[in-house]
């Protein structure tokens, strides 16, 4: 997005959007024909052309130059991606270092963070699917690449430099999807042992970046979920955690989505009584106002 998107209403930025996007699919469906290798190379010269006339251009035309970029970056990508695939005849591995090489060489070239998120993404997918074909993989490697997964984008959030933002919010979804593919492989337990291995990896963390004032309770939360819940619980509330302590809107949405969800999956599968259950929520909710009350004591409090 660029600082003259920014600056327009909301439903002048939706209207030109929507206009570009629509007028550039329509474009590459009549592009596409015959060579959808040929067209794609056609498709990345113009959102080349394109991002370079959205960083000259002010108000609606640039808002509109900026998202045809976006159109035709990614959806070119795509059709070089499969074309090459096709042509070259690639297995999982091979085009996964191919998306990676696209997805370097493009970061410097396409600004636009929504592009560099969806390109991390997709490398970070290919990763995983050629992971998952290894049918000498077990479903707990799967786990606990999610949780590097996870880590790796866990530490991109703490760099100052907002150039490495979107790798952060491409990993993310893709850890969740590393889980995915471990449950789809026919066990949805979840490895006490990767869940510590992600409990301590936070801890680490937290030692290394509070220092001298380490927040013990957030310590101790983390370590007593690890033994008590899944990889999702743990997750979330490490993301709610960052999410306060950088005052950061999208984290806290993204933290209380995984902390969310992550609960009601654990709530369904839980094999005991509704009362067993019941038990657990209450007890989990006192411990969490336990944790309010003593943040609010301290010098950590939001």
Same mark, same amino acid.
């Given at each position: 997005? %660029? ?9 002048? +930025? ?8 629509? +007028? ?24 080349? $052309?394109? %991002?370079?006339?959205? #960083? ?42 191919? *998306?990676?090489?696209? %997805? ?6 396409? %600004? ?7 390109? +991390? ?6 990763? !995983? ?12 490697? !799967? ?19 907002? =150039? ?11 850890? *969740? ?7 789809? +492989? ?33 310590? *101790? ?9 899944? $990889?999702?619980?743990?997750? #979330? ?14 984290? =806290?949405?993204? #933290?209380?989505? $995984? ?16 009362? $067993? =259950? ?25």
């Amino acid at each position: 997005m %660029t600082n003259a998107e920014t600056k327009l209403p909301f439903m002048v +930025s939706a209207l030109v959007t929507v206009g570009a996007w629509l +007028s550039c699919l329509i474009g590459i469906l009549l592009l596409g024909w015959p060579s959808f290798l040929g067209a794609g190379v056609w498709i990345l010269l113009l959102a080349l $052309v394109w %991002t370079y006339a959205a #960083g000259r251009t002010h108000g609606v035309a640039g808002a509109f130059w900026a998202q045809a970029a976006l159109a035709f970056s990614l959806c070119g990508k795509g059709m070089v991606l499969c074309g090459l695939s096709m042509l070259w005849h690639l297995n999982t591995g091979e085009a996964f270092w191919l *998306v990676l090489a696209f %997805t370097v060489a493009g970061y410097p070239i396409f %600004t636009q963070k929504i592009d560099r998120t969806v390109m +991390s993404f997709a490398s970070a997918m290919v990763l !995983l699917m050629w992971v998952f074909q290894q049918r000498t993989v077990a479903w707990p490697c !799967l786990e606990s690449l999610s949780v590097l997964l996870f880590m790796g984008a866990y530490l991109l959030f703490f760099v100052p430099s907002e =150039k490495v933002r979107p790798v952060a919010w491409g990993l993310l979804p893709a850890c *969740v999807a590393a889980f995915g593919l471990a449950w789809m +492989s026919g066990n949805v337990a979840t490895l006490r042992i990767n869940v510590l291995f992600l409990a301590l990896c936070l801890v680490g963390v937290y030692l290394w970046r509070a220092r001298k004032h380490f927040n013990v309770c957030l310590a *101790v939360l983390i370590l007593v979920l690890a033994y008590l819940t899944n $990889v999702g619980t743990v997750m #979330g509330v490490a993301l709610l955690a960052l999410a306060f302590s950088q005052n950061r809107l999208s984290l =806290k949405i993204a #933290g209380v989505a $995984v902390f969310a969800l992550s609960l009601v999956w654990l709530y369904y599968h839980m094999q005991t009584t509704l009362l $067993v =259950k019941s038990f657990y929520l209450w007890a989990a909710g006192m411990i969490l106002l336990g944790v309010y009350f003593g943040q609010k004591r301290g010098m950590y409090a939001r």
